[in-house]
Structure formats: structure tokens, C-alpha cells
């Protein structure tokens, strides 16, 4: 392929109204990008993308300023990519719509593409997710697994952090174009990941704006991008759904975590897991599933290994053995440990200092792994 006709692809890319599928019809028919954005109107009728859409698509080509639009690109280091190069992702390629361009912010043939799980769920997480989001991300990082989400608030965003925190790999799937960072809370995140944890990837055109209607589309490439999908926790109408219909639909692995009956947010891995997603109770069951050896001595049933664990004292093997299954809150603690408030207060202090716990914010704890 010449950097001529690459630079059409990148054209269509641009205009709204052909997608995937229309794209790979206009090239069987023209032999090349170049060629369709250049055909005259009678031809491209003649492909069948209906008079509305060529016209549409004929008022574009002439009024875009591709030379600029690639200037733009340019200037912002951003990597383009197309379907026809080897760098393109193997899994991506295999799925039927993949998309014939990607937008790429960081650097790709660092990552391990072939070895990744996508981790997504909802953006209401609650405490019980956040926990379980983090466990298992970290477990799959541990294990050389390449994180892929679509950063959004909640599950996304935990597992994206928890990638980077513990020094593994991520890819960042935006409903927007690369250069447009949403949410904007996610800014510090966005930069770690694209300068030294892995790559901000999208099909739509720079500049872009994050949009409700974006985001499946964008979850069929979180899935298409992953061997098998995890969804850690998400209500009855979660997205996290969608992406999961979408890895079902693509042959990859469905991954549901079972979560309380009575939390709205355990609807959807509930519903996942009627319909035959695999249950996850531990790292080890995804491993396992997609045949996936851990790299380090690190236990697949994600157990605490922590040297901190050692020479406790009464209060504190109390208060371990309360938070080993969940996170409780202050006033839980008081009330099953029986310890005082007072002295509650400053032994849980001494314990997130000797980063035995953490407190996930509203005083609620859980076990530092």
C-alpha cells in the first residue's frame, strides 16, 4: 500500500456515514481507498450506498481538508494504523467489523496483544466491585495479562489504575477520538497510560467528542481486542452487557463475578451467569479458562502474601479476620470486634501505616494485598 492511498483511508475514516462494513464493500469494489474517494457518483450509486449517503459522502470529500486533518494528526503524535498492516491487532482482525482504522496514543509494539482479558462493569461501582475489580486486575497483571477497558467512571477506571499501579499493561478504548481525554478526572491516568503503561485507542476521527451513541461501537472493540471479557459488577441495563453480548457473539470467553443478591449491581453478572458466562471466584478461574500460566510465584486463588502478616497482635488478627471476605465500615468493625471506638480508630490507623488495610474512603476497610 502506498502513503497516498493510506492517507484516503484516513479520509473515510473521518466522514460519519461509512463504518467498517461499507468501507470493506467500497474497497472489494474499487481495489483501493484511493480510487473510492475519487470515484464519481454514478459509481459509488452503483455500489449500492444509496443516493442520501453519496450525497452526504460526495459534499464531504469536498469540503474536508484531509491534508490539514493529517497535519492535525501529526502534530499530536498520534499512530495511525490500518487493517491491511501487520501492527494491527490479531484479535481485533478476526472479528467480523473490525474497524478498518485506528487512532493510537502510545506505543503499541510494547504491549502483548495477544495475552489480554478486558475488565469492564459499571460506572456506579460500589465498594464490593471496587474490591473485587482490584483483585482480579491485579492478579491478571501478575500473570503478564494486558488489561483492555473503555475508561469510563467506576470498574474501568479501577482496573486501568490497578494495571498501571502494579506496573502492567493497559489499553484504553475511547467512545471519543484519542486526543479528547473523558472523563476529565481520568486526566493523570490518561497521560500514565500513554507515556509509559500502554496505549489510548479509538476508530473515530480526531476531535471527536465523547457521545452516548459512540459507545457500542466502542465496546465491540474492548471485546474484540480481549480473549475473553470479565465483568466484575453491573446493574440489569449495564453497557458492561453489551460488550459481553459482544464478546459472546465474537467467540471469546464471557467472565461473570457472582456478587451479593441483595446489591442492584450484581444484576448483571447474575443475568450473565444464567446465560452460561463462566464464574469467577478467584484470578485462577480466568487463567485457567484461557490457558494462561502466571509469571510469578504469586497463588492463583489471589490469597494474601503480604510479609506485613507476620507478629500480630490480638486486635489485629481480630480485625484481619473480620475484613478476609469484605470490606466493613467503621462502625461494623466496632460493632463485631467488640474493640472500643476509641482504640478502634488508632489501631486501624497503625495498620494502613504498616500497610496491613486500606481505607477505601467513607471509613469502610479492606485488606491491603
Not at 464490593?128 to 491485579?138: A, F, I, M, N, S
Not at 478476609?324 to 467488640?338: A, I, M, P, T, Y
Amino acid at each position: 500500500m502506498t502513503t497516498e492511498d493510506k492517507k484516503y483511508w484516513l479520509g473515510f475514516s473521518a466522514f460519519p456515514g461509512i463504518g467498517p462494513l461499507r468501507f470493506k464493500l467500497l474497497l472489494s469494489y474499487f481495489s483501493t481507498a484511493e480510487k473510492a474517494w475519487n470515484a464519481d457518483v454514478k459509481k459509488l450509486l452503483g455500489t449500492g450506498l444509496g443516493e442520501k449517503l453519496t450525497a452526504k459522502f460526495d459534499h464531504f470529500r469536498k469540503t474536508f481538508l484531509l491534508d490539514e486533518y493529517i497535519e492535525k494528526i501529526k502534530k499530536k503524535n498520534i499512530k495511525i494504523i490500518i487493517l491491511q498492516e501487520k501492527i494491527y491487532p490479531n484479535l481485533l482482525f478476526q472479528i467480523s467489523d473490525a474497524p478498518f482504522l485506528l487512532y493510537v496514543m502510545g506505543d503499541i509494539e510494547s504491549l502483548d496483544l495477544d495475552k489480554t482479558v478486558g475488565v469492564v462493569g459499571t460506572r456506579k461501582i460500589t465498594h464490593y466491585g471496587e474490591e473485587v475489580t482490584r483483585k482480579l486486575t491485579e492478579g491478571l497483571v501478575d500473570a503478564g495479562v494486558t488489561i483492555v477497558s473503555g475508561m469510563a467512571y467506576g470498574v474501568d477506571t479501577v482496573a486501568h489504575k490497578t494495571a498501571v499501579l502494579n506496573g502492567g499493561k493497559t489499553v484504553a478504548v475511547l467512545g471519543c477520538g484519542v486526543d479528547i481525554i473523558h472523563p476529565r478526572t481520568n486526566t493523570e491516568l490518561y497521560w500514565q497510560i500513554v507515556k509509559k503503561y500502554g496505549i489510548v485507542v479509538s476508530e473515530f476521527p480526531v476531535g471527536m467528542y465523547a457521545d452516548i451513541g459512540l459507545f457500542p461501537a466502542r465496546n465491540r472493540i474492548i471485546s474484540g481486542l480481549s480473549l475473553g471479557t470479565l465483568v466484575t459488577e453491573g446493574a440489569e441495563d449495564s453497557g458492561a452487557l453489551i460488550t459481553a453480548r459482544y464478546a459472546a457473539e465474537q467467540g471469546r470467553e464471557v467472565f461473570a463475578v457472582p456478587g451479593p443478591i441483595t446489591s442492584q449491581m450484581s444484576e448483571g453478572p447474575t443475568i450473565l451467569l444464567k446465560q452460561g458466562a463462566k464464574l469467577v471466584t478467584e484470578v485462577g478461574d480466568i487463567l485457567e479458562e484461557l490457558k494462561i500460566n502466571p509469571k510469578s510465584k504469586l497463588q492463583i486463588s489471589n490469597k494474601i502474601q503480604n510479609p506485613n502478616f507476620q507478629n500480630l497482635n490480638k486486635e489485629e488478627k481480630i480485625i484481619l479476620d473480620l475484613l478476609q471476605n469484605e470490606s466493613l465500615h467503621f462502625d461494623e468493625l466496632v460493632k463485631k470486634s467488640g474493640i472500643s471506638a476509641s482504640k478502634l480508630g488508632s489501631i486501624l490507623t497503625m495498620m494502613e501505616m504498616k500497610k496491613l488495610i486500606k481505607n477505601n474512603g467513607g471509613s469502610n476497610y479492606f485488606i491491603e494485598n
